[in-house]
Nanobody, 120 residues
């Protein structure tokens, strides 16, 4: 019933910007701590950014100053604003976090991912 769906990925030029969205849908009350991960083939999954329910944020060193994670609790949605994109940012980006489902209570969910490709 409850699921996370990412959107906003695509092909962009280096130096450009992109905004990813992750919307929780289904029968739910609210979302809790939310995170963005990314992964390339042959590479370890990396935690890109984290935001708790009060809005406190944490970023990987590789994206500090360029990426901004935010949330809209009324919409049960988390965003990742990506600026000054680099080739190294190319990856599948996954949304992950806690959702308070009406029937399941607080549970952990993963989105299916959205591809971000940065070209030169």
């Amino acid at each position: 019933q409850v699921q996370l769906v990412e959107s906003g990925g695509g092909l962009v030029q280096a130096g450009g910007s992109l905004r990813l969205s992750c919307a929780a849908s289904g029968s739910l009350f609210s979302i809790g701590v939310m995170k963005w991960y990314r992964q390339n083939p042959g590479k370890e999954r990396e935690l890109v950014a984290r935001i708790n329910i009060s809005g406190s944020t944490t970023y990987a060193d590789s994206v500090k100053g360029r990426f901004t994670i935010s949330r809209d609790n009324a919409k049960n949605t988390v965003y990742l604003q990506m600026n000054s994109l680099k080739l190294e940012d190319t990856a599948v980006y996954f949304c992950n976090g806690r959702v308070n489902g009406e029937r399941t209570g607080w549970s952990d969910y993963w989105g299916q991912g959205t591809q971000v490709t940065v070209s030169s």
